[in-house]
């Protein structure tokens, strides 16, 4: 699976859009980037998950560059409950008898402040 | 739904005792898994099941042993403990066989080996 790099943290004043941004210059052409959240050591939250299309859903929008070696989690408005470690992940499809396994890194520790 | 349910959530141990952290879904989910996580090493996949009767090593099998005998349970044994297995462990598990899918994590089982 493609290396993904992430800032170690960002701030975000609450009610403003939070913007993690995510590099995976090495990424195939069938690995599909994932992001998940992890709320003090509760265990990990999927957020979205896209393949080159802008994906939208009722927690984020992922914004995913044309040649893909790059892409943005977007929270419109963000919340103090949305402080949290933020994963960028790239996957393969696995069918069959595989199974997607996920890498995790170190993640983007996003704070939410008033 | 119960959705993934890990037991006990909290254990302390002494090294070369054994003990079983079990793990259960009532998603009829096809896949199950348990990942380690330690401070600064994120989250690390140790064994994983793609059906009953399934199982295969993940990036950290060493001191663990795993059976899945039904779609439900997915328990991970450990033989004797040692100081190095002291880690928060997470269980997950998903639907899908496309790259990792939706993980749906359970909350969480602390390990301390003295």
């Known amino acids: 699976d493609a290396k993904t790099t992430q800032p170690t943290s960002m701030d975000c004043a609450e009610g403003r859009a939070a913007n993690l941004p995510c590099n995976h210059s090495?990424?195939?052409?069938?690995?599909?980037v994932y992001w998940y959240r992890q709320i003090h050591s509760q265990g990990p939250q999927y957020i979205i998950h896209g393949l080159k299309n802008n994906e939208t859903n009722e927690m984020a929008s992922l914004i995913i560059t044309e040649d893909r070696k790059s892409s943005t989690l977007i929270l419109p408005h963000a919340t103090l409950r949305d402080t949290a470690v933020y994963y960028c992940i790239a996957a393969r499809f696995a069918g069959g008898t595989s199974y997607g396994k996920l890498t995790f890194g170190q993640g983007t520790i996003l704070t939410v402040h008033p | 739904n119960a959705g993934v349910t890990q037991t006990p959530k909290f254990q302390v141990l002494k090294t070369g005792q054994s003990m079983t952290l079990q793990c259960a879904q009532d998603?009829?989910?096809?896949?199950m898994s348990w990942y380690r996580q330690d401070p600064g090493m994120g989250l690390r996949l140790i064994h994983y099941?793609?059906?009953?009767?399934?199982?295969d090593q993940g990036e950290v099998p060493n001191g663990y042993n795993v059976s899945r005998s039904t779609t439900e349970d997915f328990p991970l044994r450990l033989l004797s403990a040692a100081p190095s297995q002291t880690s928060v462990y997470f269980c997950?598990?998903?639907?899908?066989?496309?790259?990792?899918?939706?993980?749906?994590f359970g909350e969480g089982s602390r390990l301390t080996v003295l």
């Open positions: 090495t990424i195939s052409g069938n690995e599909y």
């Open positions: 997950a598990s998903s639907y899908s066989s496309v790259g990792a899918g939706e993980l749906f």
């Open positions: 998603m009829n989910h096809e896949y």
């Open positions: 099941s793609v059906g009953a009767g399934i199982t």
